[in-house]
């Protein structure tokens, strides 16, 4: 019995004996794998002391055998998402893996809210927009690009070259070069957007006896940048071939403008031997304002001209006219209110026969198909051009208060709207008049 007694006490001495080795041995494994990944894990986030984490390695984990050396290849390989296991004693790497990222979400599809969805169809159209006004570009001056002529002159446009250039062309009779006061080529003028010189050509009907002299043409040098060249005659070619454009001009109407579209380009070599481009516009029919305003600034014909100013354009600007809060259309703000705009109105571009006002040098119009602008946005230029960057002050306010008044007063019959439209034109001469003021 004894015997017995003493084998059962063995056998549980034994599996006590198993079982402290084995719990030792798990211990030592998963101190060993949390406490070195934990300090890896910390050494990521601070910066680490090779030296330390070795000491710490080598007295928590009780091994001597780790150098400053191991412990920093660690550190690098495990930042690196490399393999490190091989770099330290076997006997610390049991178990250890390095952590794993953790994975991101699973995406869950929301419905589009009512804003969300007026967002993304917003971006939708101008995409679709930009492609198809880029098509049209790059067709329009594939267009023109080819059709432009060479006018043979080299160096600085000048107007003695330009001279010898329209006699040699044939653009004009050779009559009005035989005296000097046939012809006359004036540089300067008054430029308007996009362009970087302007010549006014006139000629005297009654040469060689003195008369008057009537403007021909006008030959505007384009931008040296070849892409804003290009884009100005790609709005020339988009113009013509617009249907509420084209559908104005069929029939002849005094209450609206006349456009004129009829422009040839020509180029040059410029001083730097690069293409430089011209435009030739042909004048319309009668005067310019320009003219009759330098003749006589408060004479009956130039008050007449700018008298019927005011009654086409705001015809012309209702013909287009839009605008959600729009004054007009029974809103509540005129700076709400949009339109289709010449874009370049000042004196020189517009011309009276005494009957029909004429538009020329309409390819800015093309914007404003585009997307519609102010409905205030030609009437204040056509003060801010002239008053201030061109400098004729308060000369120039009697002919365009007779515009302003026939303007508003055709645009409305409202003595009210009339006021807020007065008003709201005055605000915006007042911002904008700093950038026409010459320093």
């Known amino acids: 019995m004894r015997k017995f007694f003493t084998k059962i006490n063995l056998t549980k001495s034994l599996l006590r004996g198993i079982f402290f080795i084995t719990s ?14 934990e300090d890896v894990r910390h050494t990521m986030s601070q910066p680490h002391d ?68 007026w967002i993304k169809r917003t971006l939708k159209k101008k ?27 080299r160096g600085d446009l000048t107007v003695e070259k330009l001279r010898e250039w329209l006699e040699r062309s044939g653009l004009i009779n050779r009559t009005f070069f035989d005296h000097p006061n ?20 006139r000629n005297n009907p009654l040469c060689p006896q003195a008369g008057p002299q009537k403007l021909v043409f006008i030959i505007k040098e ?32 005094p209450s609206l403008p006349q456009l004129t579209f009829t422009e040839d380009f020509y ?29 006589d600034p408060q004479g009956p014909k130039t008050l007449k001209a700018f008298e019927k100013l005011g009654e086409v354009l705001a015809n012309f600007h209702k013909r287009f006219l839009t605008g959600k809060n729009c004054l007009l259309k029974g809103g509540q703000d005129i700076n709400q209110c949009f339109t289709v705009s010449h874009g370049d109105l000042h004196p020189v ?47 120039y306010k009697p002919a365009y208060r007779v515009f302003m008044n026939s303007y508003i007063n055709h645009l409305t019959d409202n003595p009210v709207f009339r006021e807020k439209i007065q ?13 026409y003021t010459k320093t």
């Open 24 to 37: 030792l041995i798990l211990f030592s494994f998963s101190t060993e794998a949390r406490l070195t990944l």
């Open 50 to 117: 090779s030296g330390l984490i070795a000491q710490n390695l080598r007295a928590q984990l009780g091994r001597e055998n780790i150098s400053r050396q191991e412990a920093t290849a660690v550190v690098i390989a495990f930042k690196n998402n490399r393999p490190w296991e091989n770099l330290i004693p076997a006997g610390l790497v049991k178990g250890i893996k390095p952590p794993v990222s953790p994975k991101p979400p699973a995406f869950t599809y929301r419905p589009l809210n009512p804003s969300e969805q």
């Open 127 to 153: 995409r679709e927009y930009k492609k198809s006004a880029t098509e049209e570009y790059e067709k329009a001056e594939k267009d023109f690009f080819p059709n432009t002529q060479n006018t043979g002159i």
């Open 182 to 201: 046939c012809l006359t080529i004036k540089e300067g003028g008054h430029p308007g957007a996009s362009t970087q010189k302007l010549f006014l050509v």
């Open 222 to 253: 384009l931008s040296s940048d070849p892409e804003k060249a290009g884009t100005e005659m790609s709005n020339l070619s988009i113009l013509q071939k617009s249907p509420a454009l084209r559908e104005l001009g069929k029939f002849k109407d």
């Open 267 to 295: 180029w040059y070599e410029n001083w730097k031997g690069e293409s430089s481009y011209l435009t030739l516009i042909h004048a319309a029919r009668g005067t310019s304002l320009i003219d009759l305003y330098e003749e």
């Open 349 to 395: 571009n517009v011309f009276f026969d005494g009957k029909f006002i004429y538009f020329i040098d309409t390819e800015t119009m093309n914007h404003s198909l585009e997307a519609r602008t102010p409905l205030l946005k030609d009437a204040a230029y056509l003060f801010l051009l002239p008053t201030y960057y061109w400098g004729k002050g308060n000369k």
């Open 423 to 435: 008003a709201a034109l005055a605000d915006k001469v007042n911002q904008e008049k700093t950038r």
